[in-house]
């Protein structure tokens, strides 16, 4: 029987963007039809083993292009953008399966289905780009996305504090204001998309609180309060700081209690 640790090898080493689309979505159809091995049986390699595509050529975030919305190339040079995001997120989703074993195998189905909606958004806004002549990979994208990956690869704790609970928990915060915007430009294809993606976003936050908030418990650890800890101590090494205007509704439908929701305005700025 085909193994989810194989499919998580192949898509974080070997494939070009087509192949790890299909790879993404054969795995999903898999494990919902009980085809899927979950038992680890392949070693973990190191993390600066995996491997990205060569385009998009990557930038370090101040030599990125203007978004502008006023203009069709600033429309563009959005949407590729997040592109990029999602595509990166795909990565997100089979890295966290990839290194971090014996775990219950729901924690895998869990993040597999998280990396079959990646690939979905990736795919929606590759098709958007597409109407505007462009494809994934013709502009730069910036190349800060992987660092927390990077970051987190030895504690499944920090992983999940800090990519669904922080980065992705950060995207339930500015994507509203962004829809916004497209609705006032009249943009219904721009806003359909982003709601879809936002509505599934909610459920990958969700899911990151799901399984810090289990696995705390399972090693006697006092949730909330580590969470804290994990946080101040990342910005105390990496610099920068909470970024302030919660969505409080949102985050609290992914897992957010009333009083972290409180810890975190008190901490932002
Ligand atoms: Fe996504
Ligand atoms: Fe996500």
Redesign the pocket.
């Known amino acids: 029987m085909p193994n989810i640790f194989d499919y998580a090898e192949k898509t974080l080493h070997h494939s070009h963007c087509e192949e790890l689309l299909a790879l993404t979505h054969e795995a999903q159809r898999l494990a919902m039809n009980g085809e899927l091995n979950f038992e680890s049986l392949n070693s973990v390699r190191p993390i600066e083993k995996v491997y990205f595509p060569e385009h998009p050529i990557l930038l370090p975030p101040r030599d990125m292009p203007k978004r502008k919305f006023t203009t069709a190339a600033g429309l563009a040079a959005f949407f590729h953008a997040i592109a990029h995001v ?1 595509f990166v ?1 795909i990565y997100l ?1 089979w890295d966290i399966i990839y290194r971090f074993r014996d775990l219950p195998e729901e924690f895998y189905r869990d993040w597999l289905r ?1 990396a079959d ?2 690939a979905q ?1 990736f795919s929606l806004l590759r098709g958007r780009l597409q109407k505007s002549d462009i494809d994934y990979g013709d502009l730069p994208a910036h190349s800060g996305l992987w660092d927390l990956a990077q970051h987190t690869s030895n504690d499944i704790l920090i992983r999940l504090a800090l990519v ?1 609970r922080n980065m ?1 928990a950060h ?1 339930l915060d500015v994507a509203p204001p962004l829809i916004e915007k497209f609705k006032q430009i009249g943009d219904d294809d721009a806003v359909a998309i982003l709601t879809r993606i936002l509505n ?2 909610v459920g ?2 969700a899911m990151g609180s799901k399984w810090f908030n289990q696995l705390c418990e399972e090693k006697g650890l006092n949730a909330e309060r580590y969470y804290q800890t994990l946080l101040l101590a990342y910005y105390d090494e990496k610099g920068g700081h909470l970024k302030a205007n919660f969505n409080r509704e949102l985050r609290r439908s992914a897992g957010f209690s009333e009083s972290e929701l409180t810890w975190l305005a008190a901490h932002s700025h």
């Open positions: 999602e997120a989703a998280v909606e990646e958004h669904p992705e995207g599934d976003e990958h936050v």
